[in-house]
């Protein structure tokens, strides 16, 4: 079966988030799958291969349900693949071709106006009818599926709990029905001064929750490195990044509370 995710010639929409979502989800229930990032095949790659990057080796090596590509899948392609596409026109043959061969269609929306008209055409030159339409921080008219605001990094996006729910939705729509399949630790720690959670892990994921500023934060991160290193790197993507976007960097937070507290 062949997914594709797209949005057409927006980018920014989410498309690797939800391409890497629907491998969670997958792995979770047992189905072997590969991964392909197409923006590779063009040049520089810019979708799910640029996310996982030192993730890719691990995930290609350890586990037994994932693999992760460059390019397209060959043609004939028997299995699962899901096809991560950089931003592409109708007018580019090869994505009309790609339109064509897919089993399944994920068109991911957002709130910019032209990735709004830009899926309206896609969905007109996609001669199939299997379609899933994921709307990524705003819901809109037709959409199901809404992935909610959080960070930036595709794995905090994904690990959130409600977005969780909503990847595990889309995989049913999709036809992967089955029973989950995952060790539930729940074990907290503390990595350099930072308080973690180990909340759940399968082959080849695991669901990490860090505390900054007295909130926990949820990443879905590939399971191919030590505990340790994986919250070091979780909260690298949303600590300082995140507080920054607040205006609360640099010790800002606690100058705040001592302003407020004279």
């Known amino acids: 079966m062949l997914i594709v995710v797209t949005s057409g010639i927006k980018g920014g ?33 810019t979708g799910v291969y640029y996310y996982l990057s030192d993730f890719v080796d691990g995930v290609n090596r350890l586990s037994r349900l994932v693999g992760v590509r460059q390019g397209l899948p060959p043609q004939g392609f028997e299995g699962v693949a899901i096809v991560d596409l950089p931003p592409m026109s109708l007018a580019q043959p090869e994505f009309v071709d790609l339109l064509g061969r ?5 068109v991911v ?6 990735s709004v008209v830009s899926v309206e055409r896609v969905l007109e030159a996609y001669p199939g009818s299997r379609i899933v339409k994921v709307c990524n921080r705003a819901s809109m008219e037709g959409c199901r599926h809404y992935l909610k605001v959080t960070p930036e990094s595709p794995f905090f996006v ?37 308080r973690a959670k180990l909340v759940a892990r399968w082959d080849p994921y695991a669901i990490i ?13 590939p399971y191919t490195k030590l505990i340790e290193e994986l919250v070091s790197m979780a909260y690298e993507l949303v600590g300082p990044s995140y507080l920054y976007r607040l205006g609360l ?12 507290r004279h």
């Open 109 to 114: 929306s957002s709130y910019e106006p032209d």
């Open 13 to 45: 929409t989410g498309k690797s988030t939800v391409a890497l979502g629907l491998s969670a989800i997958l792995s979770l229930r047992g189905f072997r799958h590969e991964l392909f990032d197409y923006s590779c095949g063009l040049g520089v790659c």
């Open 158 to 194: 994904i690990g959130e709990p409600t977005n969780f729910r909503t990847f595990n939705e889309l995989i049913n729509e999709l036809g992967f029905v089955g029973e989950n399949r995952y060790e539930r630790v729940g074990r907290q720690f503390v990595v350099n001064g930072v």
């Open 102 to 106: 897919a089993d399944a269609l994920v």
């Open 249 to 260: 960097a640099n010790n800002a937070l606690t100058r705040l509370f001592r302003a407020i």
């Open 209 to 221: 929750g860090v505390e900054v500023s007295q909130k926990w934060y949820y990443a879905l991160m």
